[in-house]
């Protein structure tokens, strides 16, 4: 069955403008997590949606927003981009419902955004 | 805060050999793990998770252990192989959807 889809792989902005990135969870997967990965701060969490519902929030500026659509397919969004931004983005999608199950989260490949 | 560390960034092992990738967390309350392998230009690949109420668990090649006491993760592979070689991470996982990750361990297996 075809994995987590992310688009676009590949993305360069400049300083200022804003992004959006987009995720195609596995079929029937409800849960879509988003990640930030940097050689210096590594994997950290950016947020979780379940039934278009966001569950959980890692400590990141409010110009990092996300949603998620009644088929599950999630988009993250942000604005005013600096450089530090500059991260390869994964998205990781699960079928779970309660957190206590098996968590048997899949990632995507990624995007990685490049802000100059 | 919560944190999760691994002992070595790096790790290089003979083909054939046992490896062994340590992880210290420090969250007491943390109650499921996960150990992923990244490979370049990949996302994370989920391997084995285990529960606190767990202190040893087994899949193909690899074996996680938990060690509450301390605090103390680890995950041993099994007659390493080449494709093995990858950045792996351990992950605390506090709440459903968010996990906590350690900044990864290099493994490279020599031929």
């Known amino acids: 069955k075809a994995g987590v889809t992310q688009t676009p792989r590949y993305l360069i902005k400049t300083r200022g403008q804003q992004v959006t990135l987009s995720c195609s969870p596995i079929s029937g997967h409800r849960s879509v997590s988003w990640y930030q990965q940097t050689p210096g701060q590594g994997l950290q969490f950016l947020f979780e949606y379940f039934s278009e519902t966001q569950r959980n929030k890692g400590n990141f500026p409010g110009r990092f927003s996300g949603r998620q659509f009644s088929n599950s397919r999630s988009e993250m969004n942000v604005s005013t981009l600096e450089l530090g931004d500059s991260a390869l983005y994964l998205c990781?999608?699960?079928?779970?419902?309660?957190?206590?199950?098996?968590?048997?989260?899949?990632f995507g490949s990624g995007t990685r955004l490049t802000v100059v | 805060g919560e944190s999760v560390g691994l002992h070595l960034p790096t790790l290089s092992v003979q083909e054939g050999d046992n490896s062994i990738i340590n992880c210290a967390y420090s969250n007491s309350a943390s109650d499921y793990f996960i150990w992923y392998k990244q490979e370049s230009g990949k996302g994370p690949q989920f391997i084995i998770d285990i529960r606190s109420n767990m202190d040893k668990r087994q899949g193909q090649r690899v074996t996680v252990l938990l060690n509450k006491t301390v605090k103390h993760l680890s995950l041993q592979i099994a007659a390493t192989q080449p494709g093995d070689s990858a950045v792996y991470f351990c992950a605390e996982t506090p709440g459903v959807g968010k996990s906590t990750f350690g900044d990864g361990t290099t493994l490279t297996v020599k031929p």
């Open positions: 990781a999608s699960s079928l779970v419902s309660d957190p206590w199950d098996s968590i048997g989260y899949t």
